[in-house]
């Protein structure tokens, strides 16, 4: 695949690549080596994974200009039982600095996400902007957020599912949190954020945030579904 060709399609399955999804061998490497191609080109580059069960030990990163499309069946399992993110986005440069290099212009397509029962979230979003996230299903995990979003603007959550979520023993919830989609600031807030056709299942709360030195801005939530909800559908200052 030449990094020189307009949007540049890569299948993970491909012998270069090696993701296999028809055994329980880890992915991520295999994965991770078709994103990294966003980060050496100024073209999009499309990630598909086929149909099959995919596993993560670790996470993966997303670049700049990256379209990664779960067709339908794909299904990408952590594996790992500690503190590991199963997307987030990365540093164009590389340099990883924080609040000035993070990757923005970011589309992820369906699939669904298991988060193997562990306590942590599963989609981490940091510093930047022009997010899309469609038709992804997120469930199986506990004390923690499906997603969560940190100064990011210009974000489209649509058609996505929200399940499997399990309660921690004795947490006053209220105080603590746990929104599905969490909305979190650092030196600025959340700006233009859609939430639209989604839909919550036993979650503790739907959207929001738990803190409340700043307000995030411009929300809008427009058909979304909440079906047997242990606190809230919505958690907002």
Known sequence: VSA????????????????????????QAGIQKALNLAAETEET??????????????????????????????VMH??????????????????NVGLTDRSGNITVQGGTWDGNGVAFNLINLYYAGDFQLDGLTLQNIKYSHFMELTDVKNCIIKNCTFKDYEAEPGLDQDNYGFEAIQMEFGDAVCENITVTGCTFQGCYSGVGTHKTEKSNRNYIFTNNTFKDMKGTCFNLD
């Open 4 to 27: 020189a060709c307009a949007d540049v399609e890569i299948d993970v399955t491909d012998a270069e690549y090696g993701a296999v999804g028809t055994d329980a061998l880890d992915d």
């Open 45 to 74: 580059v499309v990630v598909k994974i086929p149909k099959g069960d995919y596993y993560l030990k670790s996470g993966l990163t997303l670049y700049s200009g990256t379209k990664l499309v779960c067709e339908s069946g794909a």
């Open 78 to 95: 952590r594996t790992d039982t500690g503190s590991t993110l199963m997307l987030t986005n990365g540093s164009d440069t590389g340099d």
